[in-house]
């Protein structure tokens, strides 16, 4: 196999890998700094063990996020040589700020936060919370800011020519602030912030099923479904947002997304279908002119299209494009219309009595997952051929000097440690799920009534 295919296959499957961890980190980070808040606000003791036991799950997260991080930052050595010269100096200055504002912020509070419970006060102990989830906020736009400024480069000057070209910062907040940033970072929080939700609603939708620990998942159910439902509903806005900044930024990615190939003429919005790139026709269900209205306000108005752009100078996979992006919104839609009726039954008191509902909620764990590494993947395959958008091509980002049978062999190597990494994480999770919130030394009557 083509060496550039096998790079870019390695790198998608480590940062695949890796985004499972951090987006659950800030979600869960939030819910409790909610739940620590309700505990000093109404002294409800429960409140107080529900944040113990979800920061256990988060310190697993966490560690295991950190872990599986550290291998991109080789990767861009090993297999992206070029790719690192070039954007060296970009990635340098947001990768440093990440490193000295988000990470020392977030470990240093996580201490606190952990070892700190009857050591410090609840106030210290709360500021402690606000850090952390601070922290890992802070540590997703550094990362975000890196990778928008490949989508949309933005205050810098290119120093050199050939192979010896390299971007260098010439203006550090145009940088960080450049077109799509604002856009993504909010995009990327609120997935995070659904991701955490979720995974706090299936965890007591189940304990409720089993009837397990009822009071106190009664509370922490309603907590995250309120996180929730806002939050899904917001995720409209910003991707809405998002889009539009697509359509003027980076066309052909917009038109590889629904499929349109007329160079300039009014473009459908697709709530499914498929794309065959040899004919240019895409089968399925749409609303006609549905992409022009969105973006324009206008059904009659003029989309750019990828014949627009040489075939050198346009996504290759066309149909993986759009089939991540549908699936992604796909999925958002279904979120919307799931906490919607779930906040709709808790308003009539009948919220707790649909087993059917709690058993989608038990499972739709995966289902904010599945939709940040979907959208991750089309925003990246649709910025191709370029890997610094209109400048690099991901064909001259990688390391000459390595071979395929190198990179198959660390790919091999990669899967077998991180297989064993999932299955860990999977471990300590069902252990600390299995136990439950309660410790039977701070609550023994809770502990035995319930286990």
């Known amino acids: 196999m083509d060496v550039e295919i096998l790079a870019r296959i390695q790198f998608a499957f480590t940062i695949a890998f890796h985004y499972i961890y951090p987006p659950l980190s800030i979600g869960i980070g939030l819910i409790m700094v909610i739940m620590?808040?309700?505990?000093?606000?109404?002294?409800?003791?429960?409140?107080?063990?529900?944040?113990?036991?979800w920061l256990k799950i988060f310190a697993i997260t966490f560690g295991i996020g950190v872990a599986t991080g550290i291998i991109m930052e080789f990767e861009f050595g090993t297999n992206w040589a070029v790719y690192s010269k070039y954007v060296g100096d970009i990635f340098g200055s947001a990768l440093a700020a990440e490193?000295?504002?988000?990470?020392?912020?977030?470990?240093?509070?996580?201490?606190?936060?952990?070892?700190?419970?009857?050591?410090?006060?609840?106030?210290?102990?709360?500021?402690?919370?606000?850090?952390?989830?601070?922290?890992?906020?802070?540590?997703?736009?550094?990362?975000?800011?890196?990778?928008?400024?490949?989508?949309?480069?933005?205050?810098?000057h290119i120093v050199g020519e050939g192979v010896?070209?390299?971007?260098?910062?010439?203006?550090?907040?145009?940088?960080?602030?450049?077109?799509?940033?604002?856009?993504?970072?909010?995009?990327?929080?609120?997935?995070?912030?659904?991701?955490?939700?979720?995974?706090?609603?299936?965890v007591h939708a189940y304990y409720l099923l089993?009837?397990?620990?009822?009071?106190?998942?009664?509370?922490?159910?309603?907590?995250?479904?309120?996180?929730?439902?806002?939050?899904?509903?917001?995720?409209?806005?910003?991707?809405?947002?998002s889009a539009?900044?697509?359509?003027?930024?980076?066309?052909?990615?917009?038109a590889a997304m629904e499929g349109h190939y007329d160079k300039s003429a009014p473009a459908d919005l697709y709530v499914f279908g498929w794309v065959d790139d040899e004919t240019q026709e895409v089968t399925g269900i749409s609303v006609p002119g549905g992409l022009s209205f969105l973006v324009h306000q206008d059904f009659?108005?003029?989309?750019?299209?990828?014949?627009?752009?040489?075939?050198?100078?346009?996504?290759?996979?066309?149909?993986a494009v759009f089939q991540f992006y549908h699936i992604m919104i796909s999925i958002g839609m279904f979120l919307i219309a799931l906490t919607l009726y779930a906040s709709f039954l808790w308003w009539k008191g009948t919220l707790f009595d649909k087993k059917w509902?709690?058993?989608?909620?038990?499972?739709?764990?995966?289902?904010?997952?599945?939709?940040?590494?979907?959208?991750?993947?089309?925003?990246?395959?649709?910025?191709?051929?370029?890997?610094?958008?209109?400048?690099?091509?991901?064909?001259?980002?990688?390391?000459?000097?390595?071979?395929?049978n190198q990179i198959v062999f660390s790919l091999v190597l990669f899967t077998v440690v991180y297989?064993?990494?999932?299955?860990?994480?999977?471990?300590?999770?069902?252990?600390?799920?299995?136990?439950g919130p309660y410790n039977e030394a701070e609550n023994p009557e809770e502990f035995l009534k319930y286990t």
């Open 210 to 241: 089993k009837g397990r620990y009822i009071e106190i998942s009664k509370k922490a159910f309603k907590i995250a479904l309120s996180v929730a439902t806002i939050v899904s509903l917001l995720q409209l806005v910003s991707g809405h947002s």
């Open 244 to 254: 539009d900044g697509v359509a003027e930024n980076q066309p052909a990615k917009l």
């Open 419 to 435: 297989s064993i990494l999932l299955l860990l994480f999977l471990y300590s999770l069902n252990k600390k799920i299995k136990h």
């Open 99 to 156: 490193g000295l504002f988000a990470f020392g912020l977030e470990s240093t509070f996580l201490g606190i936060l952990i070892f700190g419970w009857n050591r410090v006060s609840p106030r210290v102990h709360f500021i402690s919370a606000i850090g952390v989830f601070l922290g890992s906020m802070f540590s997703a736009v550094w990362i975000v800011v890196a990778n928008s400024w490949q989508q949309t480069p933005a205050g810098y």
């Open 36 to 53: 620590e808040g309700l505990y000093l606000k109404t002294g409800n003791k429960q409140y107080e063990i529900l944040t113990r036991f």
């Open 357 to 404: 509902l709690l058993k989608i909620f038990t499972f739709s764990v995966i289902l904010p997952q599945i939709a940040n590494q979907v959208g991750w993947f089309a925003a990246e395959m649709g910025r191709q051929p370029w890997i610094v958008y209109g400048h690099l091509r991901t064909s001259q980002g990688f390391s000459q000097e390595v071979s395929a």
């Open 164 to 202: 010896n070209a390299r971007a260098e910062v010439t203006d550090f907040w145009a940088m960080v602030f450049n077109p799509s940033s604002v856009d993504r970072i909010i995009h990327v929080w609120q997935g995070a912030f659904l991701a955490g939700a979720f995974m706090i609603l299936s």
């Open 300 to 319: 009659q108005a003029p989309i750019t299209g990828l014949n627009a752009f040489s075939e050198e100078d346009r996504p290759g996979q066309v149909n």
